[in-house]
C-alpha cells in the first residue's frame, strides 16, 4: 500500500510476508478497530510502514515476527492508542520495533503475555513517549524485560506500570543505552517485581536520568542494583 490508507473495523488473520505480514505502506496509515491475528514476518508480521501511522483500538494477538510485530523503518511519526498486544512468542526484537529518525508515542495500551530475545515490548532508537499504559507478564531472554532504548532521542515515560517483567541478562523492565546529554524521564511509574541480572528494574547506560512520584517495589537483580543499575551517567 503505498497511498494514504485508512483501515477500520476488519479483522487480518494468517497473513505472510518477509515484510509486513499483514500490512506495509510508505505513507500515512490509519488503523483503527483492526484485529491482527496469527500474522508471519521477518520485518512487521502485522504492520511495517517507513511513513506516518495512527493505530487506534486495534488488537495484536498471537502474531510472530522476528524483528517488530509493529516494524517502524528510519522516519515517520507513529501514534498508538487505546490498543492491546498480547500472547507473542518468538520474537527475537520486540512487539514494537522502531527505527531512528521518527517520532513514536504510545499511550493507553497494554502489552501481556509475551515473550522475545530483546526488548519484549518495545525497542526504540527514536523520540519516545509512552503515557498510561500496562506492561504485564513479560520476558526478554537477553535485555530489557519490557522496553529498550537507544541513540540520541530523548525518552519519556508517565502514568504507567510495569508489573511481573524479567530479563534474563540486564535491566529486568527497562534497559537504556541513550547518549550523553540526552534526557530520559520517568514521572508516576510503578515497578513491581522485576528481575534481571543487572538493574532488576532499571539498566541505565549514558545520559540523564530522571525519575519523580514513582514507586519500585520487590525488584531484585542477580548481581548488582536490585531497583536500578546505573553506569556512566547523571542521575
Known amino acids: 500500500m503505498g497511498n494514504n490508507v485508512t483501515l477500520k473495523n476488519l479483522n487480518l488473520i494468517n497473513g505472510n510476508s518477509s515484510v509486513g505480514g499483514a500490512t506495509i505502506g510508505n505513507k500515512l496509515m490509519n488503523f483503527e478497530n483492526v484485529t491482527f491475528?496469527?500474522?508471519h514476518g521477518e520485518f512487521g508480521a502485522s504492520?511495517?510502514?517507513?511513513?506516518?501511522?495512527?493505530?487506534?483500538?486495534?488488537?495484536f494477538t498471537n502474531n510472530?515476527?522476528?524483528?517488530?510485530?509493529?516494524?517502524?523503518?528510519?522516519?515517520?511519526?507513529?501514534n498508538i492508542k487505546d490498543s492491546v498486544f498480547a500472547n507473542m512468542t518468538g520474537l527475537?526484537?520486540?512487539?514494537?520495533y522502531a527505527g531512528e529518525n521518527g517520532g513514536l508515542n504510545i499511550s493507553d495500551c497494554a502489552f501481556v503475555n509475551s515473550t522475545a530475545k530483546y526488548a519484549t515490548a518495545i525497542?526504540?532508537?527514536?523520540?519516545?513517549?509512552?503515557?498510561?499504559?500496562?506492561?504485564?507478564?513479560?520476558?526478554?531472554?537477553?535485555?530489557?524485560?519490557?522496553?529498550?532504548?537507544k541513540g540520541e532521542n530523548y525518552v519519556i515515560i508517565s502514568d504507567t506500570e510495569f508489573i511481573n517483567t524479567s530479563?534474563?541478562?540486564?535491566?529486568?523492565?527497562i534497559f537504556s543505552d541513550i547518549s550523553d546529554g540526552t534526557i530520559f524521564m520517568l514521572n508516576?511509574?510503578?515497578i513491581f517485581n522485576a528481575s534481571g541480572d543487572f538493574g532488576g528494574a532499571i539498566c541505565h547506560l549514558g545520559g540523564t536520568l530522571i525519575i519523580s512520584n514513582s514507586t519500585l517495589a520487590q525488584n531484585t537483580a542477580e548481581y548488582d542494583g536490585g531497583a536500578i543499575y546505573i553506569y556512566q551517567m547523571q542521575i
Open 188 to 190: 508516576n511509574v510503578t
Open 47 to 59: 504492520i511495517a510502514t517507513s511513513g506516518d501511522a495512527n493505530i487506534n483500538n486495534c488488537i
Open 123 to 149: 525497542y526504540s532508537e527514536r523520540e519516545t513517549i509512552i503515557n498510561g499504559s500496562y506492561f504485564i507478564n513479560l520476558n526478554a531472554k537477553m535485555t530489557g524485560g519490557a522496553v529498550a532504548f
Open 167 to 173: 530479563a534474563e541478562k540486564n535491566g529486568g523492565a
Open 64 to 78: 510472530h515476527a522476528a524483528r517488530g510485530d509493529v516494524y517502524i523503518e528510519d522516519k515517520g511519526l507513529v
Open 37 to 39: 491475528t496469527n500474522n
Open 92 to 96: 527475537t526484537f520486540s512487539i514494537i
